[in-house]
């Protein structure tokens, strides 16, 4: 199992920007797709942004032009840019891998915690 170790997490104003980081053991992004969920408390973990091992990228239409992901090009390391923050990004961010055939999230982040005040 690969661990993915994240930071970059904290308290910003409305407005800010933050960027999140997962680091993983290995270069496991070179062969999974990489994935960020956020969760609010009593709310569904939901979908925020993927980059495939190509490079292709998808977004959430709540952070469309706003969120960038990106990844380092050894493949061991995901970005989330979270430009333009709001009061409802305000959730445990994750990063997870992916494994798209058979698809299944194969390791997760421990999650950091994002908080924007208004």
């Known amino acids: 199992q690969v661990q993915l170790m994240q930071s970059g997490g904290g308290l910003v104003q409305t407005g800010g920007s933050l960027r999140l980081s997962c680091a993983a053991s290995t270069n496991i992004f070179t062969t999974y797709t990489a994935q960020w969920y956020r969760q609010a408390p009593g709310l569904q973990r939901e979908l925020v942004a993927t980059i495939t091992t190509a490079g292709g990228t998808d977004y959430a239409s709540f952070v469309k032009g706003r969120f960038t992901i990106a990844k380092d090009s050894a493949g061991t390391t995901v970005y989330l840019q979270m430009n333009n923050l709001k009061p409802d990004d305000t959730a445990v961010y994750y990063c997870?891998?992916?494994?798209?055939?058979?698809?299944?999230?194969?390791?997760w982040g421990r999650g950091t915690q994002v908080t924007v005040s208004s």
């Open positions: 997870a891998a992916l494994r798209e055939w058979p698809e299944e999230i194969v390791d």
